[in-house]
């Protein structure tokens, strides 16, 4: 009866694990074909150049972000920023 068991039992984990790893490795094999097709489908697509839109987007958006904090504090610095030139006398 042992032997009999021992034996089912040692078919029954070749009968889950072998496809598992056959299953496994195959899946491996595919992550690198199928990055390589989504690269490809992305250029085609032009996903790239809206990528590259985007980024562009962010870095004028974070310029001019630049450029109004600089001009907010030279206003500040120098008071209002308006000149009163009337009062002078010449």
Same mark, same amino acid.
């Given at each position: 009866?042992r032997k009999y068991?021992?034996?089912t039992?040692f078919?029954?984990?070749?009968?889950?694990?072998?496809?598992a790893?056959?299953?496994?490795?195959?899946?491996?094999?595919?992550? =690198?074909?199928r #990055?390589?097709?989504? @690269?490809?489908?992305n250029?085609a697509?032009?996903?790239? &150049?809206? !990528?590259?839109? =985007?980024q562009? #987007?962010?870095?004028? @958006?974070?310029?001019?972000k630049?450029?109004?904090?600089k &001009?907010? !504090?030279?206003? =500040?610095?120098?008071?209002?920023g308006v000149?009163?030139?009337?009062?002078?006398?010449?």
């Open positions: 009866m068991l021992k034996k039992v078919l029954s984990l070749i009968c889950i694990f072998l496809p790893m056959i299953l496994f490795n195959i899946g491996c094999e595919g992550t =690198e074909s #990055k390589a097709i989504n @690269d490809t489908v250029s697509a032009g996903m790239d &150049a809206v !990528k590259k839109k =985007e562009a #987007k962010k870095q004028l @958006d974070r310029i001019y630049n450029e109004a904090e &001009a907010r !504090k030279g206003i =500040e610095e120098e008071g209002t000149t009163d030139n009337s009062s002078k006398k010449e």
